[in-house]
């Protein structure tokens, strides 16, 4: 398959910080790929030096066959670019910044208004297109936001943190139209995200990204299954740790908890429950709760990290 | 499965023409839609006026005092200088909240060339002196003063607002691209404003002394106000239309290139 992004290598330093240490990866045409990672791993950072917003400081990056660097111009006609925080002028109005976007791009005024017209009623916002975006909720910004960055009809979209701090229905109606685009439009999707569910509903595969070098590959049914067994996570409530550690230690290797919990990867899959729970019970640990989750993303991220992603606060 | 569309490369001048007109026009339409910031850097200069004008209206007796009906036909210039200085750092300001909140990196990831960016901020901001420029013409001439170099003074007077705002907004997007922060931006106003007051602004430099009056005679405000003046008390002259223009525009030439070069830096920064 033919490579669409491409990274070789790159490196972004900020001084003596390393934002980027060096990632190679490939994306294809017509996949979604999603970069997977918590706050200040380095993917915006990434994303900025594939949209050639920042030059990378080492290694090479290529978009669509066009170098960010040597072929910048290139490259920005043939992405489109959504990128944290929905960058809107508050004072502007729907149409107007279509109208805008669509002159940005060397698109007539006509093409302008009909695509525009069509594009905001894709996102739902024909109703809302000539008010200023000041009225807007934070779910109609994102959606305004990806409506202009496919004015010039991208072949490539890059999509930096698309649902932060958006309420569960407003993403819920952004995966469905990121969806709609890769699966009708063809568009190839780079989307970066610090949700483990949005990565795994809507992405074909994807890089997680840690301290800026990517620590996992892959689609996510490839990467759960290098995690292997499932979690079973227990809660002695104010028993003691220790001894339960001890005892789950005969089940198979111990996995990152949240304090107060011990977390284990039971090598003899979930028939072994019972067999745990009578150990426990002999040893007399008190169990006051118990879970027993399938391998998600987060155990992928834990396994690779030595640290969960899920609840490192990174909610808005 | 289509190809990636490369559409020609839209960095034509014709084109850069249209983005720069179009980025005017939002900075147009957000002076229009805050009015309430454009309305102080009228009124305050128009209230300075009728202030000074009762106040040294006896200082027209001073030996010394270039002839005039009025103190009004003096700080004619003055009141425009200090009106164009209220906003005139709105390029600046505008282009830092634009970094601020993102809204620069979609203009750049955009395949806009990045001239349209700065400079259609800066036209914006021209337009807008110019207009105010134009009401603080008609309100000095209603309140009785004479502009004795007539139509083309009044242009004059249109074209020096137009270029300081190309000069103050020029070093405010510096300050911007290197600060990213408004308030920095912001700063500068005192500075503008103080440099204004030190010069020939309000008072001829021959009746001022020692180090002020020296700091005024060098002060490139000066440079331009006394022309102006020139040609709104005592009439058209060519020379005095030069150079009340030509200052600034060097100035201007200087200050929006600084922009955009700082602006270049940034991005092409390993």
């Keep these: 398959m033919e490579s669409v992004i491409e990274a070789r290598g790159l490196v972004r330093r900020f001084g003596d910080i390393v934002a980027v240490a060096g990632i190679d990866l490939d994306v294809t045409q017509g996949e979604v790929f999603g970069f997977l990672g918590p706050n200040g791993a380095g993917k915006s950072t990434a994303v900025r030096m594939f949209t ?10 290529r978009v669509g066959g066009f170098d960010v660097v040597a072929d910048a111009g290139a490259v920005r006609r043939i992405i489109g670019v959504a990128l944290q925080d929905a960058a809107i002028d508050p004072l502007m109005t729907a149409n107007e910044l279509v109208r805008l976007q669509a002159v940005l791009h060397g698109i007539s005024r006509a093409d302008a208004r009909s695509r525009g017209g069509e594009l905001l009623a894709r996102v739902g916002l024909s109703g809302a297109a000539k008010r200023r975006v000041s009225t807007y909720s934070g779910g109609m910004r994102r959606r305004l936001d990806l409506a202009l960055s496919l004015i010039h009809e991208p072949s490539i979209l890059f999509l930096d943190e698309p649902t932060t701090g958006l309420d569960p229905t407003s993403r819920l109606a952004l995966w469905e139209e990121v969806g709609r685009l890769n699966s009708e439009h063809g568009t190839t999707v780079f989307l970066t995200t610090q949700y483990l569910e949005e990565a ?5 595969r994807i890089a997680i990204i840690d301290g800026g070098r990517i620590v996992r590959q892959g689609s996510p049914s490839e990467l759960k299954a290098t995690v292997g067994a499932p979690t079973l996570r227990i809660d002695v409530g104010d028993g003691d740790d220790a001894a339960a550690r001890n005892v789950l230690r005969r089940f198979g290797s ?36 118990f879970e027993l989750d399938a391998p998600s993303l987060d155990d992928v991220f834990a396994e690779a990290t030595g640290r969960r992603l899920e609840g490192d606060g990174v909610d808005e | 499965m289509s190809g990636p569309k490369v559409g020609p ?10 983005q720069t007109a179009m980025l005017a026009r939002r900075s147009l339409v957000a002076e229009w839609r805050q009015l309430f910031s454009v309305l102080p850097g009228l009124v305050f200069p128009l209230l300075l006026a009728a202030v000074y004008t009762r106040q040294f209206q006896r200082a027209l007796g001073l030996p010394g005092f270039p002839e005039v009906e009025s103190f009004l036909d003096f700080i004619l210039p003055a009141s425009i200088l200090q009106a164009v200085s209220f906003g005139a750092s709105s390029a600046g300001t505008e282009l830092a909240l634009d970094i601020e909140n993102g809204f620069l990196d979609r203009l750049l990831a955009s395949p806009v060339a990045r001239v349209p960016v700065l400079v259609g901020r800066l036209a914006g901001a021209a337009i807008v002196a110019a207009g105010k420029t134009l009401v603080i013409v008609a309100v000095f001439v209603v309140f009785g003063a004479e502009i004795a170099g007539g139509p083309a003074a ?3 007077l249109l074209a020096v607002s137009s270029l300081l705002v190309l000069v103050i907004g020029g070093i405010s997007q510096v300050l911007a691209i290197r600060t990213g922060s408004q308030e920095a931006v912001g700063a500068t106003f005192p500075l503008i404003f103080v440099t204004i007051f030190m010069s020939s602004a309000f008072f001829p430099t021959s009746l001022m002394s020692g180090w002020f009056r020296m700091v005024a005679q060098n002060n490139p405000i000066t440079w331009i106000v006394d022309p102006l003046r020139r040609l709104v008390v005592v009439g058209w002259s060519w020379t005095d239309a030069v150079a009340a223009l030509g200052v600034p525009a ?7 290139g600084a922009a955009l070069a700082a602006l270049q830096r940034k991005l092409s920064r390993p």
């Design chain 1, 254 to 289: 111990q996995r990152p908890a949240r304090e107060g919990r011990v977390a284990v990867g039971l090598e003899g899959g979930a028939a072994q429950l019972a067999e745990v729970i009578r150990a426990l019970d002999q040893a007399g640990v008190g169990v006051a709760h």
């Design chain 1, 52 to 61: 050639t917003l920042l030059r990378p400081s080492g290694g090479t990056a």
């Design chain 1, 200 to 204: 795994d509903q809507l992405a074909d």
């Design chain 2, 154 to 156: 009044v242009l004059v």
């Design chain 2, 250 to 256: 060097v100035c201007a030439v200087g200050t929006v």
């Design chain 2, 9 to 18: 490369g839209p960095r034509s001048l014709r084109l850069s023409g249209v």
